[in-house]
Structure formats: structure tokens, C-alpha cells
T-cell receptor, first 112, second 115 residues
Framework: QKEVEQDPGPLSVPEGAIVSLNCTYS??????FMWYRQYSRKGPELLMY????GNKEDGRFTAQVDKSSKYISLFIRDSQPSDSATYLC????????????FGTGTRLTIIP | DAGITQSPRHKVTETGTPVTLRCHQT?????MYWYRQDPGHGLRLIHY???????DKGEVSDGYSVSRSKTEDFLLTLESATSSQTSVYFC??????????????FGEGSRLTVL
């Protein structure tokens, strides 16, 4: 079993829809949770970062962490065609050591 | 954009030949990483460096070696390439700041095909 599980999709939704992306994990030591976005043939870039449980909002994006369930989510409101990308969750145990464990990524397509 | 340059960007080679991928950064960041990305596996850490001449193994280090003789350069070497090493390789850097743990800056990737 992988430490981090992520549904690979692909996921296609119409423009303007709310998108929900999820990851589960098994290592209870993870404390730092991130979402990276990767456009085709590009390197990933950090989209959202949260520490421990709770919610964090940034514009149309909301990241949720539920450590009791070992479950994290990324919500995208009013989705746009420019949101079409692969989204990777990532986690780490402690700060100062960015040895991240990544999910496999979910490919998302927003249909105009 | 973070100043990270990977070379070569594309390479086709034959089984058994040595291959070296180079990562060059202009950010003076302490940490440098090599990941490989494969369908169904996501990004997996090969090796990382926390300073000049300080390196350590990651999750999938077998068959790979690294060197870092200068802050700005991190080399990944496949001593004898195998078809299982066909992948997209990403270099990443981080300054190790506690302010935003987990922020890696990635290069554009190097696509390696081993025939």
C-alpha cells in the first residue's frame, strides 16, 4: 500500500463547476500538506500549503485537512479552462526537511 | 520563475550507456533534489542534497548516483542505463525556509528514453 493514495482520474467537468480533489494517507506523522499544480510538459508548482488540520482559502481554491481521517481535499470554485492541469498532493513530516511524499496526481480538464 | 535549468531536456540512449543529467540553479538555495515521474507512481525522490558534497538517498536511489561540487550544480548519473530508467526527471530546489515548508521549485524536466 502506498503512503499517499490519490485518484488518478482523469476528471472532466464543465466550466464554472466546483471541483473536489482528494488524497488519503497512512503515515500519521505527516504534518505539512501541499497541493501542487502541473501543466502539461512543465514542472509542478506549489498551489496551496497547510499545516496540520483545518481549512485554508486562497481565492477560488480551498484546501482542507482532516488528520483524524488522514484525508485531505482541494476544492476549486468557479472552475476555469486555465485550471486544466494535473494536481498532485504532497506531504511531509517536519519543517526544514522538504522530503515530500507525493500522490500520483489527478488529471483535471475543465470543459468550456 | 525560479532560476532552474535542466540539461539535456530530451535524451535517447541505449541500454548500458552512462547518462548524466545536470541541474543548474541561480537562486543560491541550499537544498536540491532529483525526482522521477512515471505514470501510476507520481513523483518519487531519487537523491537529494542539503549542501555542497552533502547528499543522501531517496526512495528510488538504486542505479543512480549524484554529485554536488558547487552550490549551483547538482548532477544525476545513471552509470549503466536500463529501460526501467526511462522516465521524466525533475530537479527541484528549496531554501529550507521554515516560513513555507514544502515549497519546492521545479525545473522543466528532462525526458530520458532508454532503448
Amino acid at each position: 500500500q502506498k503512503e499517499v493514495e490519490q485518484d488518478p482520474g482523469p476528471l472532466s467537468v464543465p466550466e464554472g463547476a466546483i471541483v473536489s480533489l482528494n488524497c488519503t494517507y497512512s503515515n500519521s506523522a505527516f504534518q505539512y500538506f501541499m497541493w501542487y499544480r502541473q501543466y502539461s510538459r512543465k514542472g509542478p508548482e506549489l498551489l496551496m500549503y497547510t499545516y496540520s488540520s483545518g481549512n485554508k482559502e486562497d481565492g477560488r481554491f480551498t484546501a482542507q485537512v482532516d488528520k483524524s481521517s488522514k484525508y485531505i481535499s482541494l476544492f476549486i470554485r468557479d472552475s476555469q479552462p486555465s485550471d486544466s492541469a494535473t494536481y498532485l498532493c504532497a506531504m511531509s513530516v517536519g519543517f526544514g526537511n522538504e522530503k515530500l511524499t507525493f500522490g500520483t496526481g489527478t488529471r483535471l480538464t475543465i470543459i468550456p | 520563475d525560479a532560476g532552474i535549468t535542466q540539461s539535456p531536456r530530451h535524451k535517447v540512449t541505449e541500454t548500458g550507456t552512462p547518462v548524466t543529467l545536470r541541474c543548474h540553479q541561480t537562486e543560491n538555495h541550499r537544498y536540491m533534489y532529483w525526482y522521477r515521474q512515471d505514470p501510476g507512481h507520481g513523483l518519487r525522490l531519487i537523491h537529494y542534497s542539503y549542501g555542497v558534497k552533502d547528499t543522501d538517498k531517496g526512495e528510488v536511489s538504486d542505479g543512480y548516483s549524484v554529485s554536488r561540487s558547487k552550490t549551483e550544480d547538482f548532477l544525476l548519473t545513471l552509470e549503466s542505463a536500463t529501460s526501467s530508467q526511462t522516465s521524466v526527471y525533475f530537479c527541484a530546489i528549496s531554501d529550507g525556509s521554515k516560513k513555507k515548508t514544502g515549497e519546492l521549485f521545479f525545473g522543466e524536466g528532462s525526458r530520458l528514453t532508454v532503448l
